[in-house]
């Protein structure tokens, strides 16, 4: 059966704007496209609106006149979800995340479709084997999880479920490839692959902001000045709505079962009752006038005094030296010194009095990333403040953005980092999926610019461990346990995409 299946003509049963993303992504690659949907006046507009991209896509060079001409003659009206579908090969339901909705869509379906008709449900939170157990014949069905905007955004998440003919998964990865899509094999789990994932950076970056340690935007600033993000946490909360960002932080960590890494803030249930969404009504961590977010400026930083400075950083030494800040060359701070402390996984006032230095002349400031895109200086509660504005000063004369933030147990973007790979490694620990599907999902489908295992392993699998032991030991919180897969590939100096030597080797 998995030889001669192909998917010629594919059905589209829901014409919002994932649904019509998937249509124009199906007629684009040579598929005849079945739409349908439970209102008919939606199934006219939603042609016109899919054939209209086409002609926009000719007007700007990116597909010539016949290929839009082509493509739009491959779209079909269909009389409702449940028209004759003799010919149809697949079917891809795109309707509201409801499972009596979708499990009584799929029964329905069973009725009219042949038993060669191969279903697939675009769930992006729903159990693909709860839907599936709704049918007579729960193995011709899978998960499809398409992302939006569906043209741009090019990972396809492949769910089978429990039941799923072993066949499918596979062809439907082939379909997805062919159709110019990066297929990745997800887990029927909690949030699937890039959902699960996803919770490293979100959950870290509101437990940050429930320590009162930072603004929102001091957050948002230092994930994609320092790690290169291109949203930060709080902007991608208020982009994708925290009313639906909620839910899935809460049923995602009762799906695994409280897992502590997976753990929500109490801080959005509150937000979500005020109707704090984000950019859908105006107002989330940020406010939006007509559409714009609005941001504070950064303060400007005060005049430089002319003190010197000692730091333990040959590299943050040289930037300040390149920038005429006077930098003491002694083995430890003389009485006068303004100190600033680079330490990994521990607080600044922690490092101090491990190094012996005056608590209230010392700084710390964040060495990841290499003291290039922006610097983050921390203040803690016993920190002389007149030389707390010196060093700022100090800092913004090298011409990069300085953040100033409450000294905690471990340095911002450490904290985000540090939580991303071990979210990964505990989901590559657990055999949810590869590494490198793992890796394609995060960065195709959550834009960072590296996935999480190779990230860990070029910034170093040792250096994380010891932020989250220092994380652990410091807080007490279980969400700062090592995952099993960083602790070993660690100790072994294997890349954290590496799966390493495992029973079937010996068989």
């Not at 999880?145 to 072993?166: D, K, S």
């Not at 406010?287 to 005049?303: I, K, L, R, S």
């Not at 006077?326 to 922690?350: C, K, N, R």
């Amino acid at each position: 059966m998995s030889e001669q299946w192909e998917a010629r003509t594919v059905r589209v049963i829901g014409t919002g704007v994932m649904g019509r993303g998937i249509a124009q992504l199906a007629a684009a690659a040579g598929c005849t496209v079945e739409l349908a949907d439970a209102q008919p006046e939606a199934v006219s507009k939603a042609v016109e609106f899919v054939g209209g991209m086409f002609d926009k896509l000719a007007s700007k060079g990116k597909l010539s006149t016949d290929d839009a001409a082509a493509a739009k003659s491959r779209l079909r009206p269909v009389d409702g979800p449940f028209a004759p579908a003799d010919d149809v090969d697949l079917v891809i339901e795109a309707v509201r995340e409801d499972l009596a909705v979708k499990g009584e869509l799929f029964s329905e379906l069973e009725r009219v479709c042949p038993a060669t008709t191969v279903f697939a449900t675009n769930t992006s939170s729903l159990s693909v084997t709860e839907i599936a157990a709704t049918l007579s014949d729960p193995t011709r069905l899978a998960g499809l999880h398409f992302f939006n905007p569906v043209p741009l955004m090019r990972v396809v998440e492949v769910i089978p479920g429990a039941r799923t003919r072993p066949w499918i998964p596979s062809a439907l990865t082939t379909l997805v490839r062919s159709w110019g899509h990066q297929p990745v094999l997800a887990p029927d789990a909690p949030g699937f692959l890039v959902n699960h994932a996803g919770r490293g950076l979100g959950t870290e970056a509101l437990q940050i902001l429930g320590e009162g340690l930072c603004s929102p935007s001091d957050v948002d600033r230092i994930a994609r000045d320092v790690l290169g993000l291109r949203l930060g946490p709080f902007e991608l909360l208020d982009l994708t709505g925290l009313d639906v960002s909620h839910a899935v932080l809460e049923s995602i960590w009762s799906g695994f079962h409280a897992e502590p890494r997976l753990r929500p803030s109490w801080l959005t249930r509150p937000r979500v009752a005020a109707g704090l969404f984000g950019r859908k009504n105006g107002e989330g961590f940020y406010v939006y006038t007509d559409g714009v977010q609005q941001v504070e400026p950064e303060p400007a930083a005060p005049a430089r005094g002319g003190q010197k400075l000692w730091t333990d950083s040959e590299e943050l030494s040289a930037l300040l030296r390149s920038a005429g800040v006077l930098v003491e060359d002694y083995e430890f701070p003389t009485d006068e010194a303004i100190v600033l402390l680079t330490p990994y996984g521990q607080s600044t006032l922690d490092a101090a009095l491990a190094a012996g230095t005056d608590a209230s002349r010392t700084l710390g400031v964040d060495p990841l990333g290499g003291f290039k895109g922006r610097l983050t200086l921390t203040v803690h509660p016993g920190l002389d403040v007149a030389i707390g504005r010196e060093a700022w000063a100090a800092l913004a004369s090298t011409g990069l953005p300085v953040t100033i933030v409450r000294d905690g147990s471990a340095m911002i973007a450490q904290r985000l980092l540090a939580s991303i790979v071990n979210t990964a490694c505990a989901i590559a620990d657990q055999r949810l999926a590869t590494p490198a599907d793992i890796d394609t999902a995060v960065r195709l489908g959550l834009g960072y610019p590296h996935g999480p295992l190779t990230w860990g392993s070029d910034v170093g699998a040792a250096l994380l461990l010891g932020i989250l032991h220092e994380l652990h030991q410091a807080s007490g919180d279980p969400r700062y346990r090592p995952s099993r897969w960083l602790v070993e590939r660690a100790m072994l100096d294997l890349p954290l995409t590496s799966l390493g030597t495992t029973p079937a080797d010996l068989l």
